[in-house]
T-cell receptor, first 112, second 117 residues
């Protein structure tokens, strides 16, 4: 099925561990982005990409890395997990900068 | 700086009531886009509408309608004859039109709507 696929859906990490949240889309969208959702704060942009090989920081980039080697994939790496990174993470893609973004189903991450 | 404010944190209505969700935005751009997303209890984000800053016509889609007023920087969302299935968190979002900015979405804090039978 066409759409944005995020894996895993749930993850528990210990403080200091690293991991990669996967995001893939099969709609040939140029634009991809990562958001985190915290209670009472809406969604905040972590990193975004306007095309393969091009990434930039969003509002809350500290502690996260991204790369975009292909149009389809946009993984988010947590370098050294901290309890403050406990959140729900959403990946999104769009065929143009101002299109309606399609969101993945989210990854619920808990850092203990 | 761009900002979106949804002053209503929670709203509770009884089924069949009409309900309006408020959204006020701030931007210095003359060209921008406004969005509404629905997040049902299952957690996914569902795209509802996109409106550009040059189109101030109100829009109606079934029981949903949107009122865009540039003069008051508002983009309010009304559900007519609400139903239990409308219970969700609703987010208003703003995006600039700059290609190099990747159409970053600035979200409001969300309004949790509870529709009781």
């Amino acid at each position: 099925n066409a759409g944005v696929t995020q894996t895993p859906k749930f993850q528990v990490l210990k403080t200091g561990q690293s991991m990669t949240l996967q995001c893939a889309q099969d709609m040939n969208h140029e634009y991809m982005s990562w958001y985190r959702q915290d209670p009472g704060m809406g969604l905040r942009l972590i990193h975004y990409s306007v095309g393969a090989g091009i990434t930039d920081q969003g509002e809350v980039p500290n502690g996260y890395n991204v790369s975009r080697s292909t149009t389809e994939d946009f993984p988010l790496r947590l370098l050294s997990a901290a309890p403050s990174q406990t959140s729900v993470y959403f990946c999104a893609s769009s065929y143009r900068s101002t299109g309606g973004y399609t969101f993945g189903s989210g990854t619920r991450l808990t850092v203990v | 700086a761009q900002k979106v404010t949804q002053a209503q944190t929670e709203i509770s209505v009884v089924e069949k009531e009409d309900v309006t969700l408020d959204c006020v935005y701030e931007t210095r751009d003359t060209t921008y886009y406004l969005f509404w997303y629905k997040q049902p209890p299952s957690g996914e984000l569902v795209f509802l509408i996109r409106r550009n800053s040059f189109d101030e016509q109100n829009e109606i889609s079934g029981r949903y309608s949107w009122n865009f007023q540039k003069s008051t920087s508002s983009f309010n969302f009304t559900i007519t004859a609400s139903q239990v299935v409308d219970s969700a968190v609703y987010f208003c979002a703003l995006s600039d039109a700059d290609y190099n900015q990747g159409g970053k979405l600035i979200f409001g804090q969300g309004t949790e709507l509870s529709v009781k039978p």
